[in-house]
């Protein structure tokens, strides 16, 4: 119950551009053990942030610059945080306590 909740949660709270990050979240159970996983390489990107908005990033205000599929030339900061993954953890974690009390 606790890793369908986890998948659940997770699932709902991935933030959907092509949908393909959760529709990446699966769970594999099996007798008293159970997986929950991001597919997706690009999770922990989206769970923590990157460039100068990253956890722990020591990148605090340069941007980087890159050359797009259509030939011109941009300038980013990161993306911001959407974090998905340890939220769900963390109401998985309280279902599962409350349930052994």
Do not use: C, H
Request: hydrophobic share 35%.
């Amino acid at each position: 119950e606790t890793a369908m909740l986890l998948n659940t949660e997770a699932s709902s709270r991935a933030p959907i551009d092509e949908g393909n990050l959760k529709n990446s979240i699966q769970s594999e159970i099996g007798g008293l053990e159970a997986t929950v996983m991001v597919g997706a390489f690009y999770g922990v990107y989206v769970e923590y942030g990157t460039g100068i908005y990253a956890s722990n990033s020591r990148a605090k205000k340069i941007p980087w610059t890159y050359k797009g599929a259509d030939g011109k030339w941009y300038t980013t900061y990161g993306m911001r945080a959407q974090p998905f993954w340890f939220p769900s953890i963390d109401v998985a974690r309280k279902y599962f306590k409350n349930y052994f009390s």
